[in-house]
């Protein structure tokens, strides 16, 4: 028989052992969440937001020549937030942390301002587009709606907002602005309109109309030496056609010269092939005008020269 003392001494182990394991239990949950923590931010829905992080000059869209603002956007805290710094041409200066929300499957923004503006915004990414919304306490106590939306576009970003008054039956435009990379130099616009120049005559000859489509401005004019004009559709109709079959259509001392948001493509091209059966070999001296828009470049205006005439020897 045991003692007393001696089951005493039994019952005090069995409690230790059982503290023991329930602190380990504790503990190893405790890391557990720890772990799921700080890799919660790894899911590739916190990541939906990442095409607006950079150093970006601001313009408003009808207005692409003067910049309004200098936005700073950058990953923190473990890339989970991302920081907003914005600050623009009349001393407004506001800042924004926006989060993917694991709990609800949501992102939120908070935003701040040196006027005393807060804003709390929730929302998600519909069809490449991040959509937030938020209720705004007005002055005099009314609600105002607000919806803001972020867009990845060629050169850039697109930020638009539009208010509601009326529980969101009619929307107001609030802003629309154009987030372009700080500071992009001369030589950068430069090559980025030479390949597109390069990338649009690869899609003549290859008949390839949806790329002509993505450069070509709605309202483009095309003029030949011969004073002929053919509009975008006029183009994209011969294109789908493919009466033209190209064998060469290769352009060479191609330069390009700028002017704010105009670009002037100037090349010799040489187009070799037939159209409707019947070969055609020429060399033309061409110039293609593109302008900067909220999309990126577009190709708006070209004009293109006689065939030197044929020398004989």
């Known amino acids: 028989m045991t003692s007393p003392l001696e089951t005493q001494r039994l019952c005090t182990d069995l409690v230790l052992v059982f503290s023991l394991a329930l602190l380990g239990a504790i503990i190893f949950t405790s890391n557990s969440a720890a772990g799921e923590t700080r890799n919660s931010c790894t899911n590739p829905e916190s990541r939906q937001f990442d095409f607006w992080v950079g150093d970006w000059d601001v313009f408003d869209v009808d207005k692409p020549a003067t910049p309004v603002a200098r936005v700073q956007v950058d990953r923190i805290l473990g890339d989970c937030v991302l920081r907003e710094d914005y600050r623009d041409t009349d001393g407004h200066m506001g800042e924004s942390f926006s989060v993917y929300d694991t709990a609800s499957h949501r992102w939120h923004q908070s935003w701040v301002t040196n006027r005393g503006q807060l804003l709390l915004l929730d929302g998600g990414l519909h069809d490449g587009t991040m959509v937030l919304s938020a209720t705004e306490r007005m002055p005099d106590g009314s609600d105002r709606l607000v919806k803001g939306t972020w867009t990845a576009l060629e050169g850039g970003v697109r930020e638009a907002a539009v208010r509601s008054t009326d529980g969101g039956h009619t929307w107001v435009p609030w802003f629309d602005l154009m987030f372009r990379p700080h500071a992009a130099n001369n030589s950068d616009d430069q090559k980025t309109v030479a390949a597109l120049d390069s990338e649009y005559q690869a899609a003549v000859k290859g008949n390839d109309a949806v790329t002509m489509d993505r450069i ?67 060399t033309v001296w061409f110039s293609d005008t593109y302008v900067r828009t909220a999309e990126g470049w577009k190709y708006v205006f070209g004009q293109s020269s006689l065939p030197p005439p044929v020398t004989t020897q």
Not at 243 to 264: I, N, P
């Open 216 to 282: 070509l401005a709605d309202n483009f004019i095309l003029v030949t030496g011969s004073g002929k004009k053919y509009t975008k559709s006029d183009l994209l109709e011969e294109a789908r056609g493919g009466h033209v079959q190209y064998e060469r259509q290769e352009d060479t001392e191609q330069t390009v010269r700028l002017w704010g948001d105009t670009a002037v493509v100037t090349a010799k091209l040489r187009e070799k092939g037939t159209d409707h059966g019947k070969a055609f070999d020429k």
